[in-house]
């Protein structure tokens, strides 16, 4: 594919540059590049209008072997059966069935014991690999930017494009490179990092651009941090995340099951070693931030930029110098029932929710656990673990992981996209305030009137046992001397 | 073909990062059809929790009745992906939608719905929202000049992308341009799987 690389002059290449280069299958015209797609990832709400388009216009899906399907939106997290969640919900998963049955696409369903969140399993299936373009009608497709794969968000009439062609029409995008160097302190997640980083750079900050993510706070990053990181740049605008592979990467992927196998595997990893950027390419923006500065975060408002750090204050409309922002403070602080200068630590929750495709894979659940272990949910607290997939759920039930959170009160549910935009029945209902671990904090995400605070499963794990929000880092230095005392008595 | 674009009266929604789970809330994404989503639009916002239309809402509002340009400020469609939103809009009654930034995924989803998005300067946003200050407007977009016609020889520029331009002003076919490079997408598979077996 050496005839795609000569498109620019420069020599120097970002990562995206590299990538996207690699995928040139044509021009459209002047600005406007033809590009290839390696895997489409489908589900049940964005997919069954792209099919009855290609059935109307007469046409095929050209790559059903490069075409992976889940059910995972819509699906009840009570029981896994396909009419769990009702009727207009039942006609959607079927319509997925038949539609992957008709074209020959392989459908994790909700009868395979690996179904799970399409961002989970992917990577869970080794279907992600880096340098890929990567695909899926829905927004957090960017999560697969951990890998080193260009992933992003498509609309319906995309998904019937790529479906027809396996290839969509692109521009290049601008580049923006996260520099995230230094350590975390205990406590702090790749949860925090990126709500840190969408608090710096706003949630139209990344518009226009494909963030790349380096630096030593990252190559430190397990795969799974990253995939949280990654997912949640969307949440700024980003058109996709991305981050260099590297050997935490190949280990991740050997041995899964879509991964290259033995007789490919070594060519593969020397293709993957070439995906940096190079270093004296040049960035569109460029921001830096020093890991050890960040602290557990929370949002207080009804977007993904309006965070602060849990040890501070809701901020008063009046800070905001700029008028636009200080009206959607004051809009946000009526909708969530918060006053200026509130400490959320004082704010009861009614809520918990830890799951979604941002924070519900097994390091997630393991954080969460670790929290909960030998407590109980605060009376008056409703509190759910919905694990990313099946492969994630019986994990968790074989580390015992599943036993804590149910003796402390916590329903154990079956995968899904669940709480975090509630299209099946797990909602929070009107002025209820929730601790949650998914991306977005929008009006109404998870229930009309719902107040959403985005979490780290450590800290939505806090809340639960607390009634409140609290301090991660408090509580666990609190945990620590009292485990110490035990020691010494 | 007519030199206007779209013509009509302009509703002003004045909010920033109006997100799509605004636009349309997920109840309506069980659909499997791409039709039938007027009503949804905006559903929080538009109608009380009786069913009643809220009367303090914008878009109620009598004067505001049969608008076809949707005046909004930044980055207008954040959050998912779903074309719902630009369906629900659309479907609505709105071909036009002006705005100081848009979200990436939700400009591509109007796009492909040939809907027309003009992005301003902040300065100019203002400026149109002090414009229905004064009462209602009924605006023009002509397309090929790339100009808001706001009557009485006043008129504001716009920039537009060229093949976005191209694609609205003759209906090009989204899918059909591509395939138009059949033997293209053909070569290139044969390419990747030569040099990256593993990729199938």
Redesign the interface.
């Known amino acids: 594919m050496g005839h795609a690389f000569s498109t620019t002059s420069s020599s120097a290449k970002t990562l995206y540059q590299k990538i996207y280069a690699s995928h040139v299958v044509g021009k459209l015209n002047p600005s406007t590049d033809l590009l290839f797609v390696d895997r489409h990832l489908i589900h049940e709400v964005t997919s069954p209008q792209a099919f009855s388009g290609l059935k109307l216009a007469n046409r095929k899906v050209r790559r059903p072997d490069l075409t992976f399907a889940t059910m995972d939106h819509n699906v009840s997290t009570q029981r896994r059966s396909i009419d769990a969640a009702g009727e207009t919900s039942r006609k959607q998963l079927e319509a997925l069935a038949a539609n992957c049955s008709e074209n020959n696409i392989p459908l994790l369903d909700l009868t395979h014991p690996d179904q799970g969140i399409v961002h989970v399993i992917g990577p869970e299936q080794g279907l992600t690999q880096p340098g890929m373009i990567i695909v899926c009608g829905d927004s957090h497709t960017s999560t697969h930017g951990a890998f080193g794969a260009l992933a992003f968000g498509i609309g319906t009439s995309e998904v019937e494009h790529v479906l027809a062609t396996q290839t969509l029409p692109q521009q290049q995008a601008k580049t923006l490179k996260v520099e995230i160097n230094g350590e975390l302190s205990a406590h702090v997640t790749p949860k925090d990092v990126i709500m840190a980083v969408i608090a710096e750079l706003g949630t139209a900050g990344g518009n226009g651009y494909v963030a790349e993510f380096g630096g030593s706070a990252i190559a430190a990053m397990s795969m799974e941090g990253r995939m949280t990181l990654c997912n949640m740049s969307i949440e700024m605008g980003a058109k996709a995340g991305l981050i260099a592979p590297d050997e935490t990467t190949f280990a991740y992927l050997k041995g899964k099951a879509h991964a290259p196998q033995a007789e490919h595997w070594d060519a593969a990893v020397q293709y993957w070693q070439s995906l940096y950027s190079d270093a004296d390419a040049v960035f569109d923006k460029q921001v830096e931030i020093d890991a050890g500065s960040i602290t557990p975060q929370i949002t207080w408002g009804t977007n993904p930029e309006q965070v602060i750090a849990i040890d501070q204050s809701v901020p008063s409309p009046a800070s905001f110098t700029d008028a636009t922002k200080r009206d959607a403070a004051e809009r946000a602080l009526a909708y969530m029932g918060l006053a200026p200068g509130q400490k959320l630590t004082d704010c009861q929750v009614d809520v918990v929710f830890i799951g979604s495709c941002t924070n519900s894979r097994i390091e997630d659940l393991r954080a969460a656990a670790s929290v909960v272990q030998g407590k109980q949910v605060a009376a008056g607290v409703r509190a759910l673990v919905v694990p990313g997939s099946g492969i994630v759920k019986r994990q968790a039930e074989a580390e015992g992981l599943a036993d804590i959170f149910k003796s402390a009160g916590f329903e154990w549910r079956e995968p899904g996209c669940s709480m975090c935009l509630g299209m099946n029945d797990d909602r929070v209902a009107a002025g209820e305030r929730c601790a949650s671990t998914s991306n977005r904090n929008f009006e109404g995400r998870q229930g009309r009137g719902a107040r959403t605070h985005l979490v780290s499963p450590a800290m939505a794990a806090a809340a639960a046992i607390a009634g409140k929000f609290v301090n991660i880092a408090t509580v666990s230095s609190e945990q620590a001397a009292i485990q110490k005392e035990t020691r010494y008595e | 073909m007519s030199k206007i674009f779209a013509k009509g009266l302009v509703c002003p929604l004045d909010?920033?990062?109006v997100?799509t789970?605004?636009i349309i809330?997920?109840?309506f994404?069980?659909?499997?059809?791409?039709d039938g989503f007027a009503d949804a639009m905006f559903f929080?916002w538009r109608y009380l929790?009786d069913g009643s239309p809220d009367p303090d809402f914008v878009i109620n509002k009598p004067e505001y009745n049969g608008a076809s340009i949707l005046l909004t400020?930044?980055?207008f469609g954040?959050?998912?992906?779903?074309?719902h939103a630009?369906w629900a809009i659309q479907q609505y009654g709105f071909n036009v939608i002006i705005a100081e930034?848009?979200?990436?995924?939700f400009f591509?989803?109007s796009v492909?719905?040939a809907m027309l998005l003009i992005q301003l300067s902040k300065t100019n946003i203002d400026l149109l929202f002090n414009r229905c200050q004064q009462g209602p407007q009924h605006w023009q977009i002509d397309l090929a000049s790339q100009e808001i016609l706001f009557g009485n020889n006043a008129a504001l520029g716009f920039n537009i992308?060229?093949?976005i331009k191209?694609r609205l002003l003759s209906g090009l076919d989204?899918?059909g341009?591509?395939?138009q490079?059949?033997s293209?997408?053909t070569d290139?598979?044969q390419?990747?799987k030569a040099?990256?077996?593993?990729?199938?």
Not at chain 2, 29 to 34: A, P, Q, Y
């Open positions: 909010k920033n990062n997100d789970d605004q809330p997920k109840q994404l069980t659909s499997v059809s791409r929080d929790a400020r930044a980055n954040c959050g998912s992906s779903r074309e630009p930034s848009f979200a990436d995924i591509n989803n492909n719905n992308d060229a093949d191209q989204f899918i341009s591509s395939e490079l059949n293209q997408i290139f598979e390419s990747r040099s990256q077996p593993w990729l199938g």
